[in-house]
C-alpha cells in the first residue's frame, strides 16, 4: 500500500473512533447545538463545505441556517457568528468565556504551543505578554516617537516612484516597494533598524519566512491535523521544515538604543518572560502587523484608482486643508475627515481579516440560546456584519461619504458592532493605534503626489478577492500609473 493511501486509511481510522466517542459524549449530554448542515461521518461537514472557509462561503451559509450556525470540521466543532447582536456576546458580554484561541499544527509550531501573545488562551499568561507589548508598541507615546519614521519611508516611496521612469507610463506594481516601507515602518519600532532596498538579502530571507508561514497556516493541506487531532503526527516533517526556516529570525543588535526590543529584551531580564516568548513576540509582529496593514494600503489604492472622483475629492482635501504640495504628517490626518472615510470605507468593504482571528472557549458554554461545547472555535463574520445590505445602504459601493453621512458617528474602534474590523473588547487589535495614522499618511503622500491611474489599456483594476480563513486580500497584485503632479 503506497504510504498516502496507509496515511488516509489510519486517518479515517482514528476518525471514526474519536468522533463515535465525541458523539456518544454530546448524546449524553443532551447538547442543544447550534443549526447547520448534517453532518456525515467521520468527516462531519468537511466534504459539503470544502476547504475554503472564507467569508463570503460562510455568508452564503449563514443565509440558510442563520446567524449562528454550527459546522463539524472533522473532530472540531466550527461555530460561526453572523450577527451584530451575537458579535457583541462573544467578543464584549461573554469575552471572557470566548476568549482563548484555537491554533492549528502550524501555528503550534510558531508559536511553541501558544508562548505567544496572539494564539495563546486567555489567561495569565495572555495578560502578561500583552501588558509586556503595550509600551513599547501599543501607546500614543510610540505613535508620537515613530511617525517621523513612518512620513520619511512614505516620502522615499514617493521619491523612488517619481524616479522611476516606467512609473508615469506603462505603469509599476507599487505593492513590492510598499512591502519595503512596511518592513521599515515596524522594524524601526522593534530594532530601530531599516532595510535599505528591496534587494536586501535580509529582507528577501524576512519576507520568504513570512510568506511560506502564511502560506503553510492558511494551507488545508498541512493542516487537516487541526480538525482531525489523532493526524497531527503525520505533519511532522512540515513542523521540522517550518522550525528550521523560523530559527532564521532571530532579533538583530540594537545600538542601545529605547527601541522595542529594549523593553523586551528588559521583561527578559527581571525574569517575567523568557527567550522563547521574545522569540515569539517579533514573530507576532510580523504576523500581525505588516501584510494586513499592506493589504489594506494595496485596496485603498484599487478603490482610489477605480474611483476617480473619490481620489480627486481627496486631493481636493489634501490641497485645501494643508496647500498644494505641504506633505501630509501624522497630525494633519485628525484634520482630514475624507481621508478617514476612505480609510475606514477600505476596510470596511475589504475588511483585511474578516472572520477575525479565530477564538474559543476552554469550557462548555451558551451562546444565542444554543450549547456550545468546549473547545470550539467561534469565527465572527466581521466582513458580513460591515456588508449585510440589511444593515448598510448599497454596501457593495465603494463609497466613502457614507462614515461622513448615515454612519458619520461609526468609528474603527469598535463602537457600532456592525463595524469590527479590528475586532472589539479584550482580544481586539491594539495595533489599530499604529494602522490607522500609517494607512492615512501613505494613501495621503500618494495621493498629493500622484494621480493613480489603471494601466494603459486598462480602465480598471482587477479587484478579484483572495479570501482565505485568516484574510482577505487581492487576488493579483495589480499594476498602476503613478503620474508625478507638479506644484
Ligand atoms: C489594517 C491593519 C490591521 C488590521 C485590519 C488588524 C486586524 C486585527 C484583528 C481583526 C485582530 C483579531 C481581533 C479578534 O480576534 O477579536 C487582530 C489582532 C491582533 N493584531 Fe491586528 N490588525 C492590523 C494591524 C496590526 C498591527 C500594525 C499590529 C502590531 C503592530 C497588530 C497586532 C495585533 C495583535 C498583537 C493581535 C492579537 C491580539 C490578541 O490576541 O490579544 N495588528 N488584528
Known amino acids: 500500500m503506497d504510504l498516502v493511501l496507509l496515511e488516509k486509511a489510519l486517518l479515517a481510522l482514528f476518525g471514526a473512533v474519536t468522533l463515535d466517542v465525541f458523539v456518544s459524549k454530546l448524546k449524553g449530554k443532551k447538547f442543544r447545538l447550534p443549526p447547520g448542515p448534517f453532518p456525515v ?92 507589548m503595550t509600551v513599547p508598541f501599543f501607546t500614543n507615546k510610540v505613535v508620537q516617537q515613530y511617525r517621523f519614521g513612518w512620513e520619511d519611508e512614505a516620502a522615499r516611496v514617493v521619491d523612488d516612484v517619481r524616479r522611476n521612469p516606467k512609473a508615469a507610463t506603462e505603469g509599476i506594481v507599487i505593492r513590492r516597494r510598499l512591502q519595503l516601507m512596511m518592513y521599515n515602518n515596524l522594524y524601526r519600532i522593534m530594532f530601530d533598524r531599516r532595510f535599505e532596498s528591496e534587494e536586501d538579502p535580509l529582507f528577501i530571507k524576512l519576507r520568504q519566512l513570512n510568506g511560506e508561514r502564511s502560506r503553510l497556516a492558511q494551507s488545508f493541506e498541512y493542516n487537516y491535523g487541526d480538525f482531525i487531532p489523532t493526524s497531527a503526527p503525520f505533519s511532522g516533517a512540515t513542523s521540522r521544515s517550518a522550525k528550521r526556516k523560523l530559527s532564521t529570525t532571530k532579533p538583530m543588535d540594537n545600538n542601545g538604543l529605547r527601541c522595542a526590543i529594549d523593553h523586551i529584551l528588559d521583561a527578559e531580564k527581571k525574569g517575567e518572560i523568557n527567550e522563547d516568548n521574545v522569540l515569539y513576540i517579533v514573530e507576532n509582529i510580523n504576523v500581525a502587523a505588516i501584510e494586513t496593514t499592506l493589504w489594506s494600503i494595496e485596496w485603498g489604492i484599487a478603490e482610489l484608482v477605480n474611483h476617480p472622483e473619490v481620489q480627486r475629492k481627496l486631493r481636493e482635501e489634501l490641497d485645501r486643508v494643508l496647500g498644494p504640495g505641504v506633505q501630509i504628517t501624522e497630525p494633519d490626518t485628525h484634520k482630514l475627515p475624507y481621508l478617514q472615510a476612505v480609510v475606514k470605507e477600505t476596510l470596511r468593504l475589504r475588511m483585511a481579516i474578516p472572520l477575525l482571528v479565530p477564538h474559543m472557549n476552554l469550557h462548555d458554554a451558551k451562546l444565542g440560546g444554543y450549547d456550545i461545547p468546549a473547545e470550539s472555535t467561534i469565527l465572527v463574520n466581521a466582513w458580513w456584519l460591515a456588508n449585510n445590505p440589511t444593515q448598510w445602504k448599497n454596501p457593495e459601493e465603494f463609497r466613502p461619504e457614507r462614515f461622513l453621512e448615515e454612519e458619520a458617528k461609526v468609528e474603527a474602534n469598535g463602537n457600532d458592532f456592525r463595524y469590527i474590523p479590528f475586532g472589539v473588547g479584550r482580544r481586539s487589535c491594539p495595533g489599530i493605534i499604529l494602522a490607522l495614522p500609517i494607512l492615512g499618511i501613505t494613501l495621503g503622500r500618494l495621493v498629493q503626489n500622484f494621480e493613480l491611474l489603471p494601466p494603459p489599456s486598462m480602465d480598471k483594476l482587477d479587484t478579484t478577492e483572495k479570501g482565505g480563513q485568516f484574510s482577505l486580500h487581492i487576488l493579483k497584485h495589480y499594476t498602476i500609473v503613478a503620474k508625478p503632479r507638479v506644484f
Not at 450556525?69 to 471572557?96: C, D, K
Open 41 to 132: 461521518p467521520i468527516f462531519g461537514n468537511w466534504l459539503q463545505v470544502g476547504d475554503d472557509l472564507n467569508h463570503r462561503n460562510l455568508t452564503a451559509l449563514a443565509k440558510r441556517f442563520g446567524d449562528i450556525l454550527l459546522l463539524r470540521m472533522g473532530q472540531r466543532n466550527l461555530v460561526v457568528v453572523s450577527s451584530p447582536e451575537l458579535a457583541r456576546e462573544v467578543l464584549h458580554t461573554q469575552g471572557v468565556e470566548f476568549g482563548s484561541r484555537t491554533r492549528n499544527v502550524v501555528f503550534d509550531i510558531f508559536t511553541g504551543k501558544g508562548q505567544d501573545m496572539v494564539f495563546t488562551v486567555y489567561g495569565e499568561h495572555w495578560r502578561k505578554m500583552r501588558r509586556i
